[in-house]
């Protein structure tokens, strides 16, 4: 059974502050994606990675796809009020339909100002 | 990309009744899901929207209870039928179209059922 999980659960910091937030699975995944919802909101897409080793940076965002394609990080830089939300990974489930996804159980980050 | 709509965004609804969200995207996209979330915890699929033919449901999701209907490639709804306070959630409709899988997701609509 495919399990994405991650870590931390709840993260509260200070705006300014540097956070990481890890996606973990026992099985390989040809991509994982991240979503970041705000409260009131759908999630939204903020990457997907393919290849392992992968990193890719959106602004002061950077996520990284492990090499064995099992795990994936997303740092986040300089953290701002703005950056707060629910960040939830997500992957193609093999065992499901066509374009099924797995989700974490996601990470809710509160940036204090 | 794609821009989903739902509505209604939210409501609130007395035991027993039956309430249909409808969930709208701004173009064509083969796959459409609805997804049930309760507020600041992950995603919990229902099913998968098949235009054309009946839905495809996750396990502990019956047709009865959550019937869903896709006419067209760009549009859908989700009835959640003779609602229990346990059906106080938030549902999500997504659009599925791109390489790996990536979905975009309406806004949800909030249910509060009394």
């Known amino acids: 059974t495919q399990l994405l999980e991650q870590s931390p659960q709840f993260l509260s910091i200070q705006e300014g502050e540097n956070l990481t937030v890890y996606c973990n699975s026992s099985?390989?995944?040809?991509?994982l994606q991240w979503y970041r919802q705000e409260p009131g909101e759908g999630p939204v897409l903020l990457v997907t990675?393919?290849?392992?080793?992968e990193v890719k940076k959106l602004k002061r965002l950077t996520f990284q796809f492990g090499d064995a394609r099992k795990d994936s990080s997303l740092h986040i830089t300089a953290a701002q009020p703005g950056d707060t939300g629910l960040y939830l990974c997500?992957?193609?489930?093999?065992?499901?339909?066509?374009?099924?996804?797995?989700f974490g159980k996601g990470t809710k980050l509160s940036v204090k100002p | 990309s794609a821009v989903i709509s739902q509505k209604p965004s939210r409501d609130i609804c007395q035991r027993g009744t039956s309430l249909t969200i409808q969930c709208q995207v701004d173009?064509?996209?083969?796959?459409m899901f609805w997804y049930r979330q309760q507020p600041g915890q992950s995603l919990t699929l229902i099913a998968t929207a098949n235009q054309g033919s009946e839905a495809t449901y996750e396990s502990g999701f019956v047709i009865d209870k959550f019937p869903i209907s896709r006419p067209n490639l760009t549009f859908s709804t989700l009835t959640v039928s003779n609602m229990s306070p346990e059906d106080s959630s938030i549902y999500l409709c997504?659009?599925?179209?791109?390489?790996?899988?990536?979905?975009?997701f309406g806004p949800g609509t909030r249910l509060t059922v009394t």
């Open positions: 997504s659009a599925g179209r791109d390489t790996f899988g990536e979905q975009y």
């Open positions: 173009s064509q996209v083969t796959m």
């Open positions: 997500a992957g193609p489930n093999y065992g499901g339909s066509q374009g099924n996804l797995i």
């Open positions: 990675v393919v290849t392992g080793g």
């Open positions: 099985s390989v995944f040809s991509s």
